[in-house]
Each structure stands twice: as C-alpha cells, then as structure tokens.
C-alpha cells in the first residue's frame, strides 16, 4: 500500500528478493510509476480493491504516517496480516488500538523496524556479547545528514519531521540493546529557516548506570559519526552508515553477494592496547531481508514475526515520553 520512498527503495526489492512471498499488487495513485519499476504488477487504485481479493495474505503499509492506523485496522478487519512501515502509528493510543485488533482478529502484526539488520548494529550486538566491552556506560547513536535545503514533501509538513521518520530506528536499536529505561529526556528542533517540522532532535535515555543518547540532524555537515559506545572494558567508534539503503536506491538486488557489504570497518580500543591505538573490527554483513524471510515464516507456521508487537509498543511508548519531554522541557519516567 503506497508506492512512495519507502513502498519503491525498501519493501518492493526487498520483497521481490525474499523466496516464498510474490508481490500480488500494489496500491498507487500513480500506475505509470509502478509499472516502470514492476511491469507485470498490477496496480489498484485503492485499498477496498486490493482487501477484496482472496489470494492476497498480506498488507504492507508504507503510506504517510497519518494512515498507518485507519488502513491497518482496514487489512485487519479483512482478515488480512499487516505489516506498517514505522512509525507504527501518530499516537501510543492508535498503536495499541491496532495491536488489540490484530489479537482479536487473530492476525500477524508487525512493524518494519529493519534497522534491527543493519551491518554495524549487527557488529556492535556481537561486539557486546563478546564481553570486550565490559558494561556499557555510555551509549551514543547519530543518524545526521547534511540537507540544508527545504523539500516540498509531506516528511516536512507539520505534523511530520525526522523524529517520526528516524527516532523509531534509534529507538528500537536502544532497546534491543538495553531494555527499557528509567526516564526520557527529549529535545526537538527546527533548524532550518522556513522549516514546518522537526529536522533535530536529541534524545536521553537515561538507565541506573548507562546514559544512551540518540541523535538526529539535517544540518550536520560532518555527519560520519554513527556510533560511540564506551565501556568498562573497552570502546567501540563506527564511522559511516551501513550501505544497503543506497544500494537499493541504485537499484542494487538484495539477493547479491555484495548487498549489505560495508567496507567501512569500525574501530576498537581495548584497556590493554588502549595506547597502542584502536584495531579495526570488519563489520558483520547487513541482510534486510531477514525481516521478511521472518514475515514468511511468522504467516506459515506461526509465531511473533520478525518484530512482536509488543517491542514495537514500547518504542511508540518511549516515543511518546519523548514527545512530553520535549513539550514540558522535563524528564519523563517510563
């Protein structure tokens, strides 16, 4: 459902790449667009026309966020398993009216937080299970971009903003990583002159021990940092992001060896070999297309899915503490 930036570079390739699921159709306004991408794919106007069919198992939801909620309360009204492209839904309330309706409905339900399969979150989650960096103590996650210039698209209309777009990301790799926190404190931002939404923000999450800060900006020039985690051990620093959102934006097919490759390797400082300086660490391949691989096989033979609902709740949940934080400018337990 939605044949946008998300519909067209992710779930499209993503799922055509995924033995065992067929993309049956798209919903587009726009069928030229779709049939340039996807010439044999059918194209419905509307969502009613694609609910109506039979052969179709499942929806995915890759619309503008305002819709997430009403079009998957839709798909599940017609028996239809349903995947949303995050944000999960606006609001923590709408979120939980959906989850209740899949339970009742007895329907697969899941959020698309693929960055769960990023290269470098994979290599610091082994890189913590390894032990070389003892408790993590500090924690920081940057997601910055350079993008200066204003863009007529709905991401930067009120309402919208890169907190909704990338906070989601941010959030559900801290939590993996950490578990829930104690308190949220939030500061939201627009930088840009003229902007209608938020293009900044930085996020403290703050544990009994552990302070994790997520970090997002479009008008960060240097913008190579994505990662800086220290520990009683040791510290691990990534520099660059992992490639496969840019190489599906090339057009390049998840199923090839080099899809997920990133040549960019992080580096480690150790307690004992701190002066020495740090040693690269190879990053663990990326593979988005674990998620749907879990997908299929969450609808064949049961189970959570790829991301339970309710891990996808406690994002909304720290999102929206987030959203208080930043309105009252105070902390705000979890």
């Avoid at 578990?179 to 544990?207: C, E, N, S, T, W």
Wanted: hydrophobic share 40%; aromatic share 8%.
């Amino acid at each position: 459902m939605g044949y946008g930036y998300a519909g067209r570079t992710f779930h499209a390739p993503l799922i055509a790449a995924t033995p065992g699921i067929e993309l049956a159709a798209v919903v587009s306004t726009r069928p030229a667009k779709v049939h340039t991408d996807l010439p044999a794919a059918r194209v419905f106007e509307g969502l009613d026309q694609a609910l109506a069919d039979p052969d179709i198992d499942l929806v995915v939801i890759a619309t503008p966020d305002p819709l997430h909620a009403p079009q998957a309360h839709a798909a599940l009204d017609a028996n239809k398993h349903v995947v949303i492209d995050k944000p999960f839904a606006l609001t923590l309330e709408d979120a939980r009216s959906v989850a209740e309706h899949s339970r009742q409905a007895n329907r697969l339900l899941s959020v698309f937080h693929n960055r769960r399969w990023d290269s470098d979150f994979l290599t610091l989650r082994s890189l913590i299970a390894s032990g070389r960096l003892g408790e993590i103590m500090q924690f920081e996650s940057h997601f910055d971009r350079f993008r200066p210039e204003l863009r007529d698209r709905w991401r930067e209309r009120p309402g919208a903003g890169i907190f909704n777009d990338l906070g989601p990301h941010l959030i559900d790799q801290a939590l993996l990583l950490f578990g829930m926190p104690a308190a949220v404190y939030a500061d939201l931002g627009i930088q840009k002159y003229g902007g209608l939404a938020d293009d900044y923000f930085h996020i403290l999450l703050r544990y009994p021990r552990l302070r994790v800060v997520l970090h997002a900006s479009q008008l960060t020039l240097d913008n190579s940092l994505r990662m800086a985690v220290h520990g009683t051990s040791g510290s691990f620093i990534k520099r660059g992001m992992d490639p496969q959102e840019q190489q599906l934006k090339a057009g390049g097919n998840p199923s090839y060896p080099e899809f997920g490759v990133d040549r960019e390797p992080g580096t480690l400082f150790e307690v004992a070999e701190c002066e020495q300086g740090g040693m690269p660490v190879a990053s663990i391949p990326g593979d988005y297309r674990q998620f749907y691989a879990a997908i299929r096989d969450a609808i064949a033979m049961g189970g959570p899915g790829p991301v339970p609902v309710e891990e996808a709740l406690n994002v909304m949940q720290v999102m929206a503490a987030a959203k208080q934080s930043h309105r009252g400018r105070h902390e705000v337990s979890i």
